[in-house]
């Protein structure tokens, strides 16, 4: 069986792992620090605080933001539940958006949405193609939209808008109009999710890049406070002589990372561009040239003159197909040993979603992409020979179920 999307466990990355676990920091430490400088040299943002996950992330800047009951935050439809149930967390009302053809969040759609009580928008980079950032700015800076918003605590009143918090779970080395991602949104938050391109098994980071007046690297230095209990000092400071006392100034998190993780990341962020990236493209080249001579295959847009995926995800969709059908050509790729998935089932056809008052059928372009949409594997240990394999096995199990379609 090819397997769907394991991750890169080679000899590096357990030398590094191993001379943590030697040094004897595990938790927060040198490693992660370290680990938060290099994203920042790598993205370009202004700060980088590393987190046990995105959903951490986005859920620590929420309510740094002073989200909370009464407010309302735009998320697409199209998505991972990560991203709408920070915002059940937090009190605040979850506004779905539909998407376009793209997968990602319909401008339009999200205009149409946004009311007096919105204080954040979660576009999500899907498959790792950046959203159209350029657009989200100017949508939220438009006088009549810019006029209705209505700040409730400190950091609103500092902004004086709607928030733009990206969920680049899948987008770390995507690129839009010249800059990569990180440095494209307010805060943007990276998941380093066993299955993303680049893992620390759990983990993720928060991208600051907010604009004057705020100082973001007073808000890096409050938010380790604040994803720490509240602790004053982590163990790392601590650890300094004569510096054991610490005070806790609120209620915070336990959304630390550890130095068992940072390790994995330091090494893969080392061979990310040259090494990573560039075998993923490689497989997203073949599929693409493979599957562009059916007229069935719909290929993802994965590069354009101003932006360029970070190719976590080749989502394949089949013309003119129905779930029902998409379901059993899956089904038929894994009876020829051949490991594929879906990304995502749109939020509103989730039970919890769906109890809450949400309906599928106000979000028909997020449906008609996820029901003819088919996840082919991408990762580093995949060979040429197995590419091959998935083609063949892809090829065969659609032509089959069309073929039984007439």
Known sequence: MIPFSPPRIDQKIIDAVNETLRSGWITTGPKTKLFEKRLTEYGGQQATLCVSSATAGLELMLRWFGVGPGDEVIVPAYTYAATANVVEHCGAKVVFVDSDDDFLLSLKATEH???????????????????????????????????????????????????????????????????????????????????????????????????????????????????????????????????????????????????????????????????????????????????????????????????????????????????????????????????VNVHFVPLPMMTYYKNSGYSISDYPVAFDNYSREISLPVYYDLTDEMVKTVIINVIAAVEEVLAAKF
Request: proline share 3%; net charge neutral; hydrophobic share 35%.
């Open 113 to 339: 949405a946004i009311t007096s009580n919105t204080k954040v928008i979660i576009p999500v980079d899907i498959a790792g193609f950046p959203c159209d950032y350029d657009g989200i700015h100017a949508l939220i800076s438009q006088p009549g939209i810019h006029r209705r918003f209505y700040p409730s605590c400190k950091e609103q009143e500092m902004l004086n808008r709607i928030l733009v918090l990206s969920d680049a779970a899948h987008s770390v080395g995507a690129w839009y109009k010249g800059k990569r991602t990180g440095t494209l949104t307010d805060i943007t938050v990276f998941s380093f999710h066993a299955v993303k391109n680049l893992t620390t098994a759990e983990g993720g980071a928060i991208c600051l890049n907010l604009p004057e007046p705020f100082n973001n690297d007073n808000i890096y230095k409050y938010l380790n406070v604040k994803s720490l209990h509240g602790q004053t000092k982590d163990a790392l400071a601590k650890s300094h002589a004569g510096s054991w006392r610490y005070d806790i100034i609120e209620a915070g998190y336990k959304y630390n990372m550890t130095d068992i993780q940072a390790s994995m990341g330091l090494v893969e962020l080392d061979r990310y561009d040259e090494d990573m990236l560039v075998k993923r493209k490689q497989i997203f080249d073949v599929y693409k040239e493979a599957f562009s001579a059916y007229e069935w295959a719909q290929i993802p847009v994965y590069e354009t003159s101003e932006r360029r995926s970070s190719y976590h995800a080749f989502l394949l969709r089949i013309k003119g197909i129905t779930e029902t059908q998409r379901d059993e050509i899956i089904r038929k790729i894994f009876i020829r040993e051949v490991s």
